[in-house]
C-alpha cells in the first residue's frame, strides 16, 4: 500500500495534467513531464498501466462448438483462446447462461446458444 503523500501527488498530478489538458495550447513539455511522473508513481504505488480492453469470447467459443469442437481443449487450439479461459466460458455457457450442454458426444449448442450467436454475427 502506498502511503498517503504518495496518492496525494499523484492526485495532484492528474488535476494538474487535466487542467493543461483543457486548456487550448497547453505546454506539452509539462504534460509529458507529467505523463512520466504518474507512469513511474504509478510503479511505486503498486498499480500497472491500464491493460487492453475486455473482449468477449463468448461468440468464437460457440461458432467453434457450432463448426465441431466438442472439448474445450479443441475449442482452444481452434481460437486460439487460453485453455483457462475456455473452461471457465463453457462452464457458464453450460450452467448460467444454458447455451451449450454436455452430452455422450461433448460440448453441443442448445436452441438457446445458436439464437445467441446468431445474435452475436448479426452486430
Do not use: C, F, W, Y
Not at 504518495?6 to 483543457?22: D, F, S
Not at 487550448?24 to 511522473?37: C, F, S, T, V
Not at 504518474?38 to 461458432?63: D, F, K, M, Y
Request: proline share 5%; charged share 30%; glycine share 6%.
Amino acid at each position: 500500500m502506498a502511503s498517503p503523500i504518495v496518492r496525494e501527488t499523484i492526485k495532484k498530478l492528474k488535476a494538474r495534467r487535466a487542467e493543461l489538458q483543457r486548456q487550448i495550447k497547453g505546454p506539452i513539455a509539462e504534460l509529458r513531464q507529467i505523463e512520466d511522473d504518474l507512469a513511474a508513481l504509478s510503479v511505486v504505488n503498486g498499480r500497472r498501466t491500464p491493460s487492453a480492453p475486455r473482449v468477449s469470447h463468448q461468440p468464437a467459443i460457440l461458432r467453434a462448438i457450432r463448426n465441431g469442437a466438442t472439448t474445450p481443449e479443441a475449442i482452444a487450439a481452434k481460437t486460439g483462446i487460453a485453455l483457462a479461459t475456455v473452461k471457465r466460458s463453457v462452464t457458464m455457457s453450460v450452467d448460467r447462461h444454458k447455451l451449450v450442454v454436455r452430452g455422450r458426444n461433448g460440448l453441443t449448442l442448445t436452441q438457446r446458444g445458436r439464437d445467441r450467436l446468431r445474435e452475436l454475427e448479426g452486430q
